[in-house]
């Protein structure tokens, strides 16, 4: 089993930055897609930006070109520079990992960090 563990959340004013890390351990696995997901409360979780094993990278429309995922395959880490913060990214942001085990490589297994609140004040 993968386990993840965020880390970087806060407060922060309009206009400034955070990023956010999220390291995965656990044994006998191999990460493909590592993302980041918000929600609002009593709202479903919805994708923010994801990145495959290779670099690919796709983005909400609502964060481009102020959002930059990356991460750090030796070290099963994923990140997320957030900057031109905006009040409305408030919310809690979660890691998300799609991976198999070696053991068993043809079924995808997904797991989810404990989420990070993000409070951006105007």
């Known amino acids: 089993q993968v386990h993840l563990v965020e880390s970087g959340g806060g407060l922060v004013q309009a206009g400034g930055s955070l990023r956010l890390s999220c390291a995965a351990s656990?044994?006998?696995?191999?990460?493909?897609?590592m993302g980041w997901y918000r929600q609002d409360p009593g709202k479903q979780r919805i994708l923010v930006a994801v990145?495959?094993?290779?670099?690919?990278?796709r983005y909400a429309e609502s964060v481009q070109g102020r959002f930059t995922i990356s991460r750090d395959n030796t070290e099963n880490t994923v990140f997320l520079q957030m900057d031109s913060l905006k009040p409305e990214a408030t919310a809690i942001y979660y890691c998300?990992?799609?991976?198999?085990?070696?053991?068993?490589?043809?079924?995808?297994?997904?797991?989810w960090g404990q989420g990070t609140p993000i409070t951006v004040s105007s």
């Open positions: 998300n990992a799609d991976y198999y085990r070696e053991s068993v490589p043809w079924t995808t297994l997904a797991a």
């Open positions: 656990g044994t006998d696995f191999n990460i493909n897609t």
């Open positions: 990145i495959t094993a290779a670099g690919g990278t």
